[in-house]
């Protein structure tokens, strides 16, 4: 059997930096990198000791999902660790936001996570680690960030459920939520249609978040906020009330327009 590490998103930032960490740290047999570029993903595995098996995929489309379910089915793995990374953001109004990009948000971010957890569930061992990357921005409604807050907030319901439900069967399941981070191609493509929120003090690092999300997947934690802005953002959303918070978020992004 072979052990094997599942990385969504990998073909940049995030998942990229984790396919390394988890090298490392699991040294799985293979790690299988999932994303739509092939040559960013062949840079991945570059990056890593001939354990990156290459997936150009994408999540997506129903054929991609049926094509790596069949592959699943196929080979003799066990997977150790799951990561569902990929995804994407638009900043901007409601409004003002094409049908295209909100559909796409909700199908990356929710039902492509989803799924991918659906299909991988069957292949997970006792002690697998299953990293949902969501988000700071799923704490609250976020104005100027609406649909993508909303595909945040699906995450982590989910992946709180998900944690409660695989526990029985010694399955880490921890639910990361990061403020922004300077050095994904997130941001950039974010406000590619918008400069809202085009002020991102103390924005993180991303070999910070891979770190400490592996060091709270590792002891099961229910939920990662790295960083002092996540981890205060994510006590004071249970005590402040959504209003206020969408008023004072709305304050900022107006000074700083
Ligand atoms: N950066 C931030 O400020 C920030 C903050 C909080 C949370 N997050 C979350 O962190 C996660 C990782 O983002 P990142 O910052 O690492 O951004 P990133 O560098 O843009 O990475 C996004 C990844 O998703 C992949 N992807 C996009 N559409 C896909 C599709 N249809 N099928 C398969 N793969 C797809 C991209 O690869 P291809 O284009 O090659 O498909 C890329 O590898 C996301 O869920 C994001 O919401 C980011």
């Known amino acids: 059997m072979k052990r094997i ?53 994408d999540i997506t489309r129903k054929e991609d999902m049926d094509a ?11 997977i150790i660790c799951l990561i569902n990374a990929a995804g994407m953001g638009r900043i901007g109004s409601i409004a003002s936001q094409s049908r295209k990009d909100t559909v796409n948000m909700i199908q990356l971010n929710c039902t492509a996570l989803a799924e991918m957890t659906n299909i991988c569930i069957p292949y997970l061992i006792k002690g697998a680690w299953v990293l949902q990357i969501a988000s700071i921005a799923g704490f609250q409604p976020m104005p100027y960030l609406g649909v993508y807050a909303a ?3 699906f995450v982590q319901s989910y992946s709180k459920a998900l944690h409660h439900e695989l526990k029985a069967d010694g399955i880490h399941v921890t639910c990361v939520c990061p403020y922004w981070i300077k050095d994904t191609e997130f941001i950039g493509i974010a406000s590619e249609e918008s400069k809202d929120y085009a002020w991102m003090p103390l924005a993180l690092k991303r070999s910070d978040v891979v770190n400490r999300s592996l060091a709270d997947v590792r002891v099961n934690r229910l939920m990662s906020t790295p960083g002092l802005i996540s981890s205060t953002e994510r006590y004071l959303s249970r005590i402040v009330p959504d209003t206020l ?12 327009k």
């Open 5 to 57: 590490a599942v990385i969504t998103g990998a073909s940049s930032g995030l998942g990229k930096e984790y396919a390394k960490a988890v090298e490392k740290q699991l040294a799985p047999d293979e790690i299988w990198l999932i994303a739509r570029r092939q040559q960013q993903l062949e840079e991945t595995a570059a990056s890593l000791q001939g354990k990156g098996r290459v997936i150009p995929m």
């Open 68 to 78: 790596f379910t069949a592959m699943l089915d196929e080979e003799e793995v066990q």
């Open 151 to 153: 595909t945040k907030a």
């Open 245 to 256: 918070t969408m008023k004072v978020l709305d304050r900022f992004r107006q000074i700083r």
